[in-house]
């Protein structure tokens, strides 16, 4: 089974930095995509970012230039560094994997338990 732990959320001005991580654990599994997802309130949940396992990245536009995201597979945890945050920004963050169990076809997906990123102006 797979296990997610999520950090590194809170409250920021606008204009500042914040690191989110997510750390996958548990035993023979492999993991295939990484990314993260956001939740603003009365909006439905969007792709923020999300990393291959060869390291190809894709932004959702509004991100682009400001986000950066990263992997450790030795660690199987995503980082998603934040910088120059908005206002709009502020939403519940969930940290997403497409994992398969050893000897199991198919890639599944799997979900963080979101952390809070706050951004005031």
């Known amino acids: 089974q797979v296990h997610l732990v999520e950090s590194g959320g809170g409250l920021v001005q606008a204009g500042g930095s914040l690191r989110l991580s997510c750390a996958a654990s548990g035993s023979g599994f492999s993991i295939n995509y990484m990314g993260w997802y956001r939740q603003a309130p009365g909006k439905e949940r969007e792709l923020v970012a999300r990393?291959?396992?060869?390291?190809?990245?894709t932004y959702t536009d509004s991100v682009k230039g400001r986000f950066t995201i990263s992997r450790d597979n030795a660690k199987n945890t995503v980082y998603l560094q934040m910088s120059s945050l908005k206002p709009e920004d502020t939403a519940v963050y969930y940290c997403?994997?497409?994992?398969?169990?050893?000897?199991?076809?198919?890639?599944?997906?799997?979900w963080g338990q979101g952390t809070q990123v706050t951004v005031s102006s």
């Open positions: 990393i291959s396992n060869g390291g190809t990245t």
């Open positions: 997403n994997v497409d994992f398969r169990m050893w000897g199991i076809q198919q890639w599944r997906p799997y």
